[in-house]
């Protein structure tokens, strides 16, 4: 009996043991203050904004989770038609751009940029990019991890949380950059959501701390949208003054849970921010 | 807001149903236990905690005090953050005890960060089962988001709400006449943090009774995220040491 009583403390003890040190081994192949300090460090494809004559005034497209792969449609070429119709200044998306994070996917998305695009096409990292050696693709063909740019009065800033953490040092880095901007609007672009409605689904920023913290920071710097995706879920809610928006899907052939692919043109005028939710169904231009 | 406490009142309310429909056996409390005051312990807990946005050393004190041994357990509790001075939580915790081995917890905590000048406050409802060796709780947490006014712990502003599961399983080992146990389970929330924290935590516990009041514990806990994201890693890391005393009557001295 004491040998049975041993044993199984044994081995469970050794499947403790196991668990908890196969999930040290962090099994993203990248960690978020690598790809941080690469990004901040300038090692990957910068973003080159558009020339503007003014840039108080323009519109941009913000769509997520398009999951763009090799074999499937996607919705590049609408994205423009839609960009030409509204004279949209650039794309910008929350990532989930690919859908498995490939080389192939990556190269597909710049012949389809080239043919399809006339404008800029910017992107927050999703947890899809990272699979595989996707970090290595997106920095080099899509951009930084991290990013923020003054566009005419706006603070465009790009925030990493593919794997459903921010990081201190992307935390502290984000409340100085928030600090010092003088933009009359703020924009954060990122995949996770702070907060889904009623019950707390596994979809949001894993960390309750972090979402305390910035949930803090929007709330003192005053930002304007916290736009994010991952979920596949369209949802709408304003946390203080601060309006979350979780976009559905962009995707050709993954749809949205409780809606159908979509996109926003966020216009700036001026001291004053509209935005149109739109159906890629829906286009008749 | 008012349909949750609502929700809340009634399913205390069911819990007491549930006890009224009186038990028997050895397990049971006494039939007509009375009411009157009783300090029933102290806990003291000494936790490091490690994750991402937080790495903090606190202290964790609560004390147990019973007026009536099923219905009214009460157990205030406060955790003293030296690392970090902005970070305030304490709690109220009711445990109506419906047998031996089963209870309903119902759980005030109140969390302020001076720093981001955001709060919340959780009420947390969970059944429990602490058997000699086996030991799980079912529950859900509501929890309000505090963006103004975030130092009251009365504001269950219902703007920023949450609903989340609570969940913990654990065995217990026990070694040397009940001297040595040790523990093992997974949780997504413990007594020693106010309320859940990501989505799969396995721990363990190595434990010492002292004396027939004083039990010593070392407790290790690990939260893992990013489950459904297919990216799994270790976001949290706690480590605590913890002494129980009881206020147990003293055992009458054997006849020689």
């Known amino acids: 009996m004491k040998r049975i009583k041993i044993a199984s403390l044994a081995g469970t003890v050794f499947l403790w043991v196991f668990v908890s040190c196969g999930t040290d081994l962090n099994l993203s192949p990248s960690a978020v203050p690598d790809r941080f300090n690469e990004s901040i460090d300038g090692k990957t494809k910068p973003i080159i904004l558009p020339r503007d004559k003014d840039p108080q005034h323009f519109n941009f497209v913000w769509l997520t989770d398009m999951h763009i792969r090799t074999d499937r449609k996607d919705y590049m070429p609408e994205l423009g038609n839609i960009t030409e119709h509204n004279r949209s200044r650039f794309i910008i998306t929350s990532g989930d751009l690919t859908d498995g994070g490939e080389r192939a996917q990556y190269n597909h998305i710049l012949v389809e940029e080239s043919q399809d695009l006339k404008v800029p096409l910017y992107s927050a990292l999703g947890n899809h990019d990272l699979f595989g050696d996707g970090w290595e693709e997106f920095k080099d063909k899509i951009g930084p991890s991290t990013a923020s740019v003054k ?4 603070q465009l800033i790009i925030l990493d949380t593919a794997t459903c953490e921010v990081g201190r040092d992307q935390m502290d880095w984000l409340s100085d950059t928030l600090h010092h901007s003088t933009a009359k609007h703020k924009f954060i672009f990122t995949h996770f959501c702070l907060y889904n409605k009623v019950a707390e689904l596994p979809i949001i920023l894993c960390d309750p701390d972090e979402r305390f913290e910035l949930i803090g920071l929007l709330k003192k710097y005053q930002v304007d949208f916290y736009l994010c995706g991952h979920g596949h879920y369209a949802e709408e809610v304003k946390i203080g003054d601060t309006i979350q928006i979780q976009g559905a899907t962009a995707s050709a052939w993954n749809n949205p849970v409780n809606s159908k ?4 043109v966020f216009t700036i005028d001026g001291n004053q921010v509209d935005y149109d939710k739109e159906y890629f169904e829906d286009i008749d231009f | 807001m008012k349909k949750n406490l609502i929700g809340l009142v009634i399913l205390i309310l069911v819990a007491v149903s549930a006890k009224a429909q009186e038990q028997t056996g050895a397990g049971a409390p006494a039939k007509n236990p009375e009411w009157g005051y009783q ?4 806990d003291y807990n000494y936790v490091i905690r490690t994750s991402a946005s937080l790495s903090d050393t606190d202290i964790q ?13 009460l157990t205030p509790g406060i955790e003293m953050d030296f690392s970090n001075p902005g970070l305030t939580r304490y709690f109220l915790q009711e445990r109506i005890n419906l047998s031996k081995y089963n209870s309903v917890v119902a759980r005030m905590n109140h969390l302020q960060y001076e720093r981001w000048e955001v709060g919340a406050n959780f009420v947390n409802l969970y059944f429990q089962q602490i058997r000699p060796n086996l030991s799980w709780a079912l529950g859900a947490v509501y929890i309000a988001q505090l963006l103004d006014d975030w130092r009251n712990p009365l504001n269950f502003n219902d703007d920023l709400y949450q ?6 399983v654990g065995y217990t080992w026990r070694f040397r006449q009940n001297k040595i146990d040790f523990s093992i389970g997974a949780e997504n929330f413990t007594p020693y943090e106010n309320y859940g924290y990501d989505q799969l935590g396995p721990y363990f516990q190595l434990g010492y009774q002292i004396s027939q009041r004083t039990h010593l514990a070392a407790m290790a806990d690990m939260r893992m995220v990013g489950l459904g994201t297919a990216l799994p890693h270790l976001e949290r890391e706690t480590y605590s040491l913890m002494i129980d005393w009881r206020n147990l009557p003293k055992k009458p001295k054997t006849a020689q």
């Open chain 2, 61 to 73: 004190l609560s004390s147990d005090y019973s007026f009536h041994p099923t219905w009214v357990n």
């Open chain 1, 261 to 264: 692919p979509e996109y926003y």
């Open chain 1, 151 to 154: 566009y005419g009065n706006s």
């Open chain 2, 39 to 42: 300090f029933k312990g102290i």
């Open chain 2, 163 to 168: 609903l989340r599961m609570l969940y913990q």
